[in-house]
């Protein structure tokens, strides 16, 4: 065969393998709303077929249903009011948007760019209250030099009689007389919750009991000595694990894990999730969520790959995480699923 026209079929063939990759990925991200698969990093969308605007969230477990709140970056949004968005799953896979359940005006002092981020609501079952608690923050009315804009420090409170209604401005505080920035959520086993904070001048970040109503930042239960944010709790066979991420703004860095046998510790040193030079695949922790299940528990990690400059167009990581003892791993992001009556995850292979 001529040189030229062996050149020619290889081309052919080339584009035809390239046709083919492009596809099946196409083919596996749309598989992602058909047969239960999670595609970390690439667009979820909910029933409407509209990008998941859960930025920054956190999960509540009610009955059979998983409720995901975040903060909703949709670019149509007035940009004078913050937003949080609600949506509902049975599995974990497909989300049902329920509504914007948040679409708040400045609510104090603030400053024109005024912050609303990182939403977490629990469920009062004395008080029938469904309560958020948020990252309140802006340049307030006389910004320092070279601020950024984080000045306030705060958590705002809001609450609602119905998990996806209205949430109604409380009021805001610093928890424990402490500045506080990104913020996290942990129901325990025995159902008390906590609210997880990070403050910058102790340079590190609390755990801290509501009060009974939930109304309130309690008591302190243990100060992890590590300059971190984005703090994530979960209580897996007899271990308690914290994550969270360095400081860096906007830019992904290795997030970093340690283990405790209770909440107050004592607390290990803390351990790289995933090889560094990934910075945690590219993404910021927000969330771990516990599926236990009629076979076994699964642990997952909810993460942020945010995108500054379209922020509405940022993506999820969202990954089983590998538990063994004291040491936990997340395994490089790939395609799976879970089913929550069993707890049981797969990881499609490549």
């Not at 081309?11 to 099946?24: D, F, H, K, M």
């Amino acid at each position: 065969m001529p040189k030229t026209k062996m050149t020619l079929r290889l081309t052919r063939l080339g584009n035809v393998a390239l046709l083919l990759g492009v596809l099946l990925a196409a083919t596996i991200a749309g598989a992602q709303h058909k047969t239960g698969i999670v595609v970390p990093g690439e667009p979820w969308r909910d029933n409407r077929g509209e990008l998941i605007q859960a930025h920054g969230g956190g999960i509540l477990h009610l009955k059979d249903t998983w409720y995901w709140f975040g903060e909703d970056r949709t670019e149509t949004n007035d940009p004078a009011r913050r937003y949080v968005a609600c949506y509902s799953s049975t599995d974990l896979v497909h989300w049902t948007y329920r509504r914007q359940v948040v679409a708040l005006a400045e609510p104090e002092d603030l400053g024109a760019k005024w912050i609303l981020e990182r939403p977490k609501v629990f469920y009062n079952r004395k008080t029938h209250k469904f309560v958020m608690y948020v990252h309140l923050d802006g340049p307030g009315p006389s910004p320092a030099p070279g601020s950024f804009g984080y000045n306030v420090a705060k958590v705002g409170i809001l609450t609602s009689d119905t998990v996806d209604g209205d949430y109604k401005w409380v009021r805001s505080l610093r928890p424990l007389d402490q500045e506080s920035r990104d913020i996290g959520q942990f129901i325990d086993d025995d159902g008390s919750a906590y609210l997880i904070f990070e403050s910058r001048p102790t340079k590190g970040f609390f755990i801290a009991r509501l009060s009974a109503d939930y109304l309130n930042v309690e008591s302190k239960v243990a100060f992890i000595d590590a300059p971190l944010e984005g703090g994530a709790i979960v209580h897996y066979k007899g271990l308690y694990y914290a994550l969270g991420s360095h400081l860096t703004g906007w830019r992904p860095n290795p997030n970093v894990y340690a283990t405790a046998p209770s909440l107050a510790g004592p607390w290990s040193t803390m351990r790289d999730i995933a090889p560094p030079e990934t910075n945690t695949y590219n993404s910021q922790s927000s969330m771990l969520i516990k599926v236990t299940g009629s076979k076994m528990t699964s642990v997952l990690y909810v993460g942020d790959r945010w995108s500054p400059k379209a922020l509405w167009d940022s993506r999820y990581i969202w990954m089983p995480l590998s538990i063994d003892g004291e040491h936990m791993t997340l395994p490089e992001p790939r395609p799976w699923s879970i089913d929550v009556e069993t707890g049981v995850t797969h990881i499609l292979q490549p």
